[in-house]
């Protein structure tokens, strides 16, 4: 039976997601997570787990309380880990700061030590409870769980065009359809994921540098990936010149003959990687997605273009999309739309967004939802 959780109990756990939040993008190979501990109805102590190799986020809240944690409350969006990893296991810590109540958001999903934290807690005279707020703490581990069991990372589209769906006009101009609210939330989102990618056409009509520029404190560069088949991409567009500690990888096509071409970007300080077709005759996004899952990435955020969006729909790659709409209408039978590719052949076949928010930026307006494709209702069935 699902328990009715008081509001008191929902309050200290949305601030213990927030403080969550903040770890996107930054702790693979691990989870985001965020813990508040709690003493006779007020906040003492605040953590969350900034990187892998560090603290977790039970142990940075119990140092952030001091001697206040003992006999409080500790919430937490993941079960604490009952192992010895290259941190010592938080079990121990909460034991050793005398915390008698553990509230949590989410087991681990990983069946091979899921539940072990929570009974051992139990085991030792601390009062358990779990599921407060589930859905949303398995929403913020959700690139985690997904990367863990398929090796893919999550996938982020983000589109922003006007209200008949365009993202360029006619001759190719861009720059700006939505506002700065919109583009400084963009900027967020990239700051959040662990890789940002585009095609071959947006680098050549924007030139853009995919960093975090607008955002002026925390920000944290994304590794940048393009596709390119061909390697024809100009040396001096910004992704090859602009630096970035993250680096850029290009994509490109296995039997193109192209090992002069990917010598002078490796020159550059850009790595290739060669991959096959996919069913579209396009570079095969799923191979991409599995190579850079490879090396670690849990989420990327993919900013188009067109045919980029389309083809992972249409391969039903997309996890969660934010499409920012202008008050605006392009019009133009040229003019780009958002999503290319070969698309649904009825409305009953269209991909559809659950768990749909909307909201307002400046003038702008942003939907935001995850796809019935992806992983997100399979994280919210454990």
């Given amino acids: 039976m699902k328990r009715d959780w008081s509001n008191q109990h929902k309050r200290f756990m949305r601030m213990a997601l927030r403080l969550g939040a903040k770890g996107l993008g930054r702790t693979s190979p691990n989870p985001a997570v965020g813990a508040v501990i709690v003493q006779e109805g007020q906040v003492v102590g605040r953590g969350y787990h900034k990187k892998a190799g560090t603290p977790h986020a039970e142990v940075n809240a119990i140092r952030d309380a001091g001697e206040r944690a003992s ?37 681990d999903p990983n069946p091979k030590v899921k539940g072990g934290g929570a009974e051992y807690l139990r085991s030792q005279g601390v009062e358990v409870e779990v599921g407060c707020l589930e859905m949303e703490a398995r929403v913020l581990i959700a690139p985690f769980v997904k990367h863990t069991f398929t090796g893919m990372p999550w996938v982020r589209v983000k589109v922003a065009s006007t209200l008949d769906g365009k993202i360029a006009s006619r001759t190719g101009e861009s720059k700006w359809i939505t506002g700065e609210k919109a583009r400084e939330f963009g900027h967020r989102l990239r700051s959040m994921s662990e890789a940002i990618m585009v095609g071959r056409g947006t680098v050549e009509a924007d030139d853009p540098s995919l960093t975090c520029h607008m955002i002026k404190h925390g920000a944290r560069n994304p590794l940048r990936v393009v596709l390119d088949s061909n390697l024809s991409i100009g040396l001096r567009a910004k992704v090859f010149r602009e630096e970035s500690k993250a680096g850029t990888v290009v994509f490109c096509r296995k039997d193109g003959n192209l090992a002069e071409r990917a010598s002078t970007l490796e020159g550059l300080g850009v790595r290739v990687m060669e991959v096959g077709y996919g069913p579209d005759g396009r570079l095969d996004l799923r191979e991409v997605l599995l190579h850079l899952g490879s090396v670690g990435v849990q989420s990327i955020l993919v900013e188009g273009g067109s045919h ?71 994280c919210l069935q454990g």
Wanted: overall charge negative; charged content about 20%.
């Fill in 71 to 107: 006999s409080g409350t500790l919430y937490v969006t993941l079960e604490p880990c009952n192992h010895q990893g290259r941190t010592p296991p938080c079990t121990k810590a909460i034991l050793e700061a005398g915390i008698k109540r553990v509230v949590i958001g989410t087991l």
């Fill in 308 to 378: 980029v969006h389309g083809a992972l729909f249409d391969e039903g790659l997309v996890d969660e999309a934010f499409f920012f709409f202008a008050p605006k209408v392009m019009g133009g039978d040229g003019a780009l739309t958002s999503v290319g590719g070969i698309g649904a052949d009825s409305p009953g076949h269209s991909t559809r967004l659950y768990n749909v928010e909307l909201k307002r930026l400046g003038d702008d307006i942003l939907i935001h939802g995850y796809t019935d494709k992806g992983i997100f209702e399979r």
